[in-house]
């Protein structure tokens, strides 16, 4: 079977210029027709009726299981949003920047879908040109080259066009909740059911590869019963393990004689055995009933579900065919009989006292192999980072530490062409795709393993990265097309070009070849110059110079929806510079570092000119001046420290790779320390505290929020120090002790709202759960700014929850206050595992060692926790400079490096 296959050609109405990369249409539209229902399977007994057969675990087709979420409208900043299930996808009209919170009516997609392969996927603000046979304006969901189903977009939407009636209101159907179910993962391939093990064509229930459900029913049963369910969990990431129990008919002992043990992998294997334990032969028929829809991942989730496809029998199981598509289902043993008009494979077994019998399935999925989406970490292609062994007082750190590294394991994907870059999809299974700066966020948390992640994550973003259009010989400086950041032909879909290397040149941000500089805004910029501004900016296009495409995502009931394109393109130069702090080859740097420059010019031309923005701060990356005049845009906290954290480290790579520029990105770092902590502080009766976000001169928003964290994320800096944060020290101060009072800290962890707004919900994505990612960078920046006491109560909440997800943490749970003895809320929509969650665990515990690398200097420092909030901590099996690395920290807070490359030097905290 075919690995995978991916989109057609490019339709005509979006072969133009308007993307960074050309898309292509949904990964297997349909071609084909079904296949009629076969009759002999070849095998004896193949196409009898067998009593009982024909009820055994068959769903009646065409029964959808959900539907559609329920639309609402919300109003400008300051009114209160429509509640709407969390990550339903609005569209924008083409061309335009949309306005800020509005909602309206579902997409084709799932509540926050992000389309499957090859869907167009622009990033935020880019024109868009549909032509003859294109979808509505904004049918295409924000993100690019994933399966996944959650981009979280809200955005605006065109007017209807005139005379034109609007379509029959959609029925609201509720979201599937995957919350307790076993997921396995082992991306591009997933395997989702109940605890009980049975999959049911229900919810998400199936096996998914490449988005699309190969499998939907899988209900086994012995004798014409359903195993008692006794235990179902993951053995792994990938694997997981039911037992459930039958009693034989007729037997008068109170014991069950039958197991039955069901082992799966994500890949589509599954082995089914029964024991008998019991004193005399069980003689009865097994029977496992299939079926499947064949359908997209996106449409699941949206709750549709269409109905079963009639199946034919195949050698040695089922085949079904429909929507260009095609899955088999194989069974070794061959079944006894084989009905395919019911969908059941059955075996009359006889099963001696203390024996055993098993079947091993395997689901397969064919599909039309024009093209190339992404596949996973393939044969002889090793982890991207090193197997640490954690030695600590705290025993659950240790466990912590192992499962996440087997999450990120999971989901782990590589572009077709490149199968040694391999970086982390989002999550499963709402974003089992790329989202960048999710993959970045992975690979910056992990960098103490080693950086391949890094470097494998930097390229395929930085392949991903926007560029203006390049003139032509001759021509204007408008002329020519949007190209990717690679050469070749915009192929759209989620693997990149094949045409050459990565570009070490290319034009830059400053408008010239990949050798200029990307300088940062002018005084003129910053002191709200709308020439100067004009003439930086230039077309829509030019604007998007440098940026790495993201999804919107839902900005909670304060702000109006952010972009992730900002956060993965400032995230893009951290990586980068931190990755060549921790030993990164020189080369490869220096092959990645027109991509930082070009991200840095997408820095200079997102500050905010006015006159009505927040004049000299950072809005969203990607808007052209004239869209900020007419319509400003909020300028948030995190970004600022996003940003700043960019420019200083920026300049770093800029100074040490002899490019021109790293002076001025200091100096405009500093004018924007100043700023913030003369605009952004707001006085109150506790002290004061930064906003959230800034809409004007004198307009903060006052809201109380967990993105605040991001201020003590400051960044690595030279021989083992770190970057001067936004805040001065009484600042710091005052906010870390406000993190930890009950307004935000529900004894779990930090929650994105204080629970005193009045808007704030214990499941709300932005107004009140609690996100892994944001407690686990509190902790790391509360430890490296001295306040030890805060980041051990922190701790303490994130790893006690962690013990109830059996230490698998989920991408965010309910911020419900902490009772004894109850565990924490799960949240319906949460991606579980999730790439950030999981990275930030193992971040959680290598910080607290305090390792800090400097290699091109030639040092390494440690500053770890003096309170030893894990006690005796010892870590062996890092990484720096790509040599083994060791060090142990004892109950004193006193770290002793053990083993280090011989080259650099140790600086003691």
């Not at 959609?170 to 049975?198: K, Y």
């Not at 060549?580 to 997408?602: I, S, Y």
Request: glycine share 12%.
């Amino acid at each position: 079977m075919p690995t995978g296959a991916s989109a057609p050609a490019v339709p005509p109405h979006l072969a133009g210029p308007p993307y960074p990369r050309q898309a292509t249409p949904p990964f297997g539209t349909p071609t084909g027709a079904p296949v009629p229902t076969g009759h002999a399977s070849g095998t004896p007994g193949a196409g009898t009726a067998v009593p009982g057969a024909q009820t055994a675990g068959v769903q009646a087709p065409g029964t959808p299981a959900h539907g559609t979420p329920l639309a609402g409208t919300a109003q400008q900043h300051g009114a209160p949003l429509a509640t709407l299930p969390y990550g339903t996808p609005v569209p924008h009209p083409p061309g335009a920047t949309p306005p800020y919170g509005t909602l309206t009516t579902p997409t084709p997609y799932a509540p926050g879908a992000t389309p499957p392969y090859g869907t167009p996927t622009p990033p935020y603000g880019t024109p868009t040109r549909p032509g003859p046979g294109a979808p509505a304006p904004g049918a295409t969901a924000a993100g690019r080259g994933g399966v996944g189903v959650r981009s979280e977009q809200v955005a605006g939407a065109a007017a209807p066009a005139a005379g034109r009636q609007p379509g029959p209101a959609v029925a609201p159907r509720p979201q599937p909740s995957a919350a307790h179910d076993i997921l396995c993962v082992n991306a591009p391939s997933m395997a989702t059911s109940g605890p009980d093990g049975q999959l049911r064509g229900q919810s998400l229930h199936g096996f998914f590869r490449h988005g699309v459900r190969a499998l939907a029913r899988m209900e086994l049963r012995l004798g014409g019963m359903e195993p008692v369910p006794l235990q179902g969990t993951l053995t792994s990431a990938a694997a997981a393990r039911f037992v459930g129990s039958v009693r034989v008919p007729g037997d008068l002992d109170p014991d069950p004689a039958l197991t039955v043990e069901r082992l799966r992998h994500a890949d589509g294997a599954e082995t089914v055995t029964v024991r008998n334990t019991g004193a005399r032969p069980a003689r009865l028929p097994l029977e496992i009933a299939l079926g499947t829809d064949l359908g997209q991942l996106t449409e699941i989730a949206a709750g549709r579900r269409s109905p079963d496809l009639p199946g034919q029998v195949q050698s040695s199981g089922l085949r079904w065919a429909g929507q260009g598509r095609a899955a088999t289902v194989s069974a070794r043993p061959s079944p006894h009989a084989v009905l395919a008009g019911a969908g059941v494979l059955r075996w009359d077994l006889e099963v001696q006292p203390g024996a055993r019998w098993s079947v091993d399935l395997q689901v397969e999925l064919e599909a039309p192999s024009t093209g190339r989406p992404p596949t996973g970490r393939g044969p002889g292609v090793p982890l991207p980072w090193s197997e640490p062994e954690v030695r600590a007082d705290d025993r659950r750190a240790a466990r912590l530490v192992g499962r996440a590294l087997d999450t990120l394991s999971g989901l782990l994907l590589a572009d077709a062409d490149r199968p040694t870059d391999l970086y982390t999809a989002s999550g499963a299974p709402w974003r089992f795709g790329l989202t960048a700066a999710d993959a970045l966020w992975a690979a910056r948390m992990t960098l103490p393993l080693g950086t391949r992640l890094a470097a494998g994550t930097l390229r395929a973003t930085a392949r991903r990265q926007h560029l203006a259009p390049q003139p032509p010989a001759g021509a204007g400086a408008g002329a020519g097309t949007a190209r990717p950041a690679e050469g070749g032909p915009a192929d759209g879909a989620s693997s990149p070009s094949t045409t050459g290397p990565l570009q070490a040149a290319g034009p830059s941000a400053a408008g010239g070849t990949g050798g200029a500089p990307a300088a940062p805004p002018t005084a003129a910029q910053s002191a709200g110059n709308p020439s100067a501004a004009g003439t930086e900016s230039g077309s829509p296009a030019q604007a998007m110079d440098g940026v790495i495409p993201g999804p919107l995502r839902h900005g909670g009931p304060e702000l109006p929806a952010s972009c992730t394109a900002t956060e993965a393109t400032l995230l893009f130069v951290t990586v980068l510079a931190e990755a060549w702090r921790w030993g990164m080859p020189r080369a490869e740097v220096a092959e990645l570092l027109p991509a930082a420059e070009r991200a840095l010019g997408a820095l200079r031309a997102a500050v905010a000119e006015g006159p009505d923005g927040p004049v000299g701060f950072v809005t969203d990356l990607g808007r052209t001046a004239e869209e900020r005049v007419v319509r400003p845009s909020p300028a948030r906290c995190e970004v600022q420290a996003q940003a700043h954290r960019a420019a200083l480290q920026g300049a770093d790579l800029l100074e040490a790779f002899d490019r021109p520029g790293a002076a001025e990105w200091r100096a405009w770092a500093a004018e924007l320390r100043e700023r913030f902590r003369e605009q952004f502080w707001i006085d109150d009766l506790s002290g004061g505290r930064p906003a959230a976000a800034l809409l004007a001169p004198d307009r903060p928003v006052p809201a109380f929020a967990s993105t605040l964290v991001h201020l003590f994320d400051v960044g690595l800096a030279a021989e083992g120090e770190l970057h001067e944060g936004l805040l001065d020290r009484e600042q710091t101060r005052l906010l870390a002790q406000r993190l930890v009072t009950p307004e935000l800290d529900c004894g779990w962890g930090l929650r994105t709202l204080s629970a005193k707004s009045p808007r704030f919900n214990p499941l709300g994505h932005r107004s009140g759960v609690v996100r892994v990612q944001e407690t686990a960078l509190a902790v790391s920046g509360l430890v490296d700014a001295g306040f030890e006491r805060e980041a051990e109560i922190l701790l303490e909440g994130l790893l006690e929850a962690s013990a109830h997800f059996e230490y698998r943490l989920p991408e965010m749970y309910a911020g419900e206050q902490k009772v004894a003895d109850c565990p924490p809320v799960p949240h319906p929509a949460a991606c579980r595992p999730a790439a950030m969650s999981a990275a930030a665990a193992v971040h959680l515990v290598l910080s607290l060692a305090g390792v800090r690398p400097d290699v091109p200097s030639g040092r390494v420092a440690t500053h770890p926790a003096t309170t030893a909030p894990l006690g005796a901590l010892e870590l062996t099996g890092l990484r720096v400079a790509g040599e083994p690395f060791s060090v142990r920290v004892s109950r004193i807070g006193v770290a002793v490096v053990e083993e280090a490359p011989s080259f650099l030097q140790l600086t003691a905290s």
